[in-house]
């Protein structure tokens, strides 16, 4: 009877080890339960160093993604990039519930800008910053500088948030008759920079009103200059139509960057979220 006994117990824990495996095939963190397939890409380009700096989790309150792109040209941008979407992960992952989001990237940002304002110490340095939370299908952001969130649903993009560069006052000044549209375009501050983290006059990121809501097959975009100011909105768009999944797209991003060799190329990174 002992064999017997114990071909039963085999049978019994082998099918106990059985469903265990089905359940954890299904368990928080998969594409089945968040609906969000992530895809990211980054390259270098022709700079010494990589000052841009990403990442993405999921919680129980949603999906978070963050894109930082440490300012070129001024010393600590890497420090500055990787301190800020630090300290918006860290926060993140202390939220309990979605019903205050714009209050967390408020609260993150300041403490990204007063932490990179103290390890600067006087030094020149900064990043610029891009964050979504997805919950279901609503869109929560927050950003500063002129990171790009853009929205591609059916075949095209929609822009989600503002630059922060002299390009938006020159417009201004242009609509008020004090300039030009072409001595705007040519204006040799058009890109800089107004308002970033670890500016001594940084007051706020721009958060949206409301959120945005989102519907599946929507892809949401974040990325850093790099890739704005390398690939066109119809090469990005052309990419988007051939399709595939989010890695293979953000890939294909970076490829087109660096088949172009361009010899000023700035550091570029892209994080897609495809929503199912």
Avoid: W
Avoid at 148 to 176: D, P, W
Avoid at 181 to 187: G, I, L, M, P, R
Wanted: aromatic share 6%.
């Amino acid at each position: 009877m002992q064999p017997y006994f114990v071909v039963c117990g085999a049978a019994v824990l082998f099918a106990v080890l059985l469903m265990i495996r089905m359940r954890l095939t299904r368990s928080p963190g998969s594409r089945t339960v968040s609906g969000i397939e992530i895809g990211n890409g980054q390259t270098i380009g022709s700079r010494s160093e990589q000052d841009d700096y990403f990442a993405s989790m999921t919680t129980t309150v949603g999906t978070l993604a963050v894109v930082a792109d440490g300012i070129s040209g001024l010393a600590n941008g890497r420090m500055s990039s990787t301190l800020a979407v630090t300290t918006f992960t860290k926060a993140f992952v202390k939220l309990e519930d979605a019903s205050n989001l714009n209050g967390y990237f408020a609260e993150a940002a300041t403490q990204s800008n007063r932490g990179i304002l103290q390890n600067l110490n006087g030094q020149g340095g900064g990043t610029t910053l891009a964050a979504v939370i997805i919950c279901g299908y609503q869109l929560y952001y927050g950003a500063v500088g002129d990171s790009l969130i853009t929205i591609y649903r059916n075949g095209h993009f929609q822009n989600v948030n503002s630059k922060h560069t002299a390009e938006t006052l020159l417009e201004e000044r242009v609509l008020a008759g004090q300039m030009t549209s072409e001595e705007a375009k040519t204006s040799p501050v058009r890109n800089q920079l107004v308002n970033y983290l670890g500016y001594e006059g940084f007051e706020s990121m721009e958060l949206g009103a409301a959120p945005i809501r989102l519907y599946a097959g929507d892809h949401v975009l974040l990325c850093s200059d790099g890739i704005q100011e390398a690939l066109t909105e119809i090469e990005l768009e052309e990419i988007m139509r051939k399709g595939g999944a989010p890695q293979e797209m953000a890939e294909a991003m970076i490829d087109t960057i660096n088949d172009k060799g361009f010899k000023s190329q700035d550091n570029a990174t892209v994080v897609m979220l495809a929503i199912g």
